[in-house]
Nanobody, 116 residues
Framework: QVQVVESGGGLVQPGGSLRLSCVVS????????MEWYRQAPGKQRERVAA???????HYADSVKGRFTISRDNAKDTVYLQMNDLKPEDTAVYYC??????????WGQGTQVNVSS
């Protein structure tokens, strides 16, 4: 059974930083794309960042230049470094991973609150 577990959320002041982590375990198949999504209250879930096995990255326009996604393939772990956080970044952040069969798996989410 595949497990996807996020960590690293919390409360931070505007302009601050947080680093989210997501660890995948139990997969019998190679993990390919790893992604971070977020969902704010009353809004649809949106993709924030993605990274392929080769290290190619994609970012939502709203986070470009502030967030950095990275991964450790040996540990099946993906990170999201978030700098210069803004109140509008407040949301539950979810990790989604895909295996080479294109099966997707979601984590339970980690809350990020940006407030003074």
């Amino acid at each position: 059974q595949v497990q996807v577990v996020e960590s690293g959320g919390g409360l931070v002041q505007p302009g601050g930083s947080l680093r989210l982590s997501c660890v995948v375990s139990g997969s019998r198949f190679a993990i390919t794309t790893m992604e971070w999504y977020r969902q704010a209250p009353g809004k649809q879930r949106e993709r924030v960042a993605a990274i392929t096995t080769e290290g190619n990255t994609h970012y939502a326009d709203s986070v470009k230049g502030r967030f950095t996604i990275s991964r450790d393939n040996a540990k099946d772990t993906v990170y999201l470094q978030m700098n210069d956080l803004k109140p509008e970044d407040t949301a539950v952040y979810y990790c989604r991973v895909q295996d080479f069969r294109d099966f997707g798996y979601w984590g339970q989410g980690t809350q990020v609150n940006v407030s003074s």
